[in-house]
């Protein structure tokens, strides 16, 4: 996750998660994308079975957070172990990194 700190901070561009082409080439998928940018969003974006919540804060990132979902019940979620969150980055990193690299000035 280290890799990520860097857009901590950085302005948020809504524009890119709007398009749909741009995330499906990604393999991400937002159920709930905002026509735009209030004080405070948190998009949630879905990749396998990872939530990823990305909190806006007065237009720039503010957290990157990954969780599981439970597939018994989806409105509960759970941490990732650090095995999980290991194989999850080995498999994502380069999209996500691309993904963030879009979104973000």
Same mark, same amino acid.
């Not at 990520?4 to 937002?30: A, N």
């Not at 974006?45 to 018994?72: H, P, Q, S, W, Y």
């Given at each position: 996750?280290?890799?990520?700190?860097?857009?901590?901070?950085? =302005?948020? @561009?809504? /524009?890119?998660?709007?398009?749909? *082409? $741009? #995330?499906?080439?990604?393999?991400?998928? &937002?159920?709930?994308? =905002?026509? @735009?940018? /209030?004080?405070?969003?948190?998009? *949630? $974006? #879905?990749?396998?079975?990872?939530?990823? &919540?990305?909190?806006?804060?007065?237009?720039?990132?503010?957290?990157?957070?990954?969780?599981? #979902?439970?597939?018994?019940?989806?409105?509960?979620?759970?941490?990732?172990?650090?095995?999980?969150?290991?194989?999850?980055?080995?498999?994502?990193?380069?999209?996500?990194?691309?993904?963030?690299?879009?979104?973000?000035?």
């Amino acid at each position: 996750m280290e890799k990520f700190k860097k857009f901590i901070g950085k =302005p948020f @561009k809504l /524009e890119y998660i709007q398009d749909p *082409e $741009f #995330l499906k080439s990604l393999s991400i998928c &937002c159920q709930n994308i =905002p026509e @735009k940018i /209030e004080e405070f969003e948190e998009i *949630e $974006f #879905l990749i396998d079975d990872i939530v990823m &919540c990305v909190a806006v804060l007065n237009g720039k990132i503010k957290r990157i957070m990954l969780v599981k #979902l439970n597939k018994e019940n989806p409105d509960e979620c759970s941490p990732l172990t650090k095995e999980e969150l290991e194989q999850f980055l080995k498999k994502n990193e380069e999209k996500l990194l691309k993904f963030f690299e879009n979104i973000t000035l």
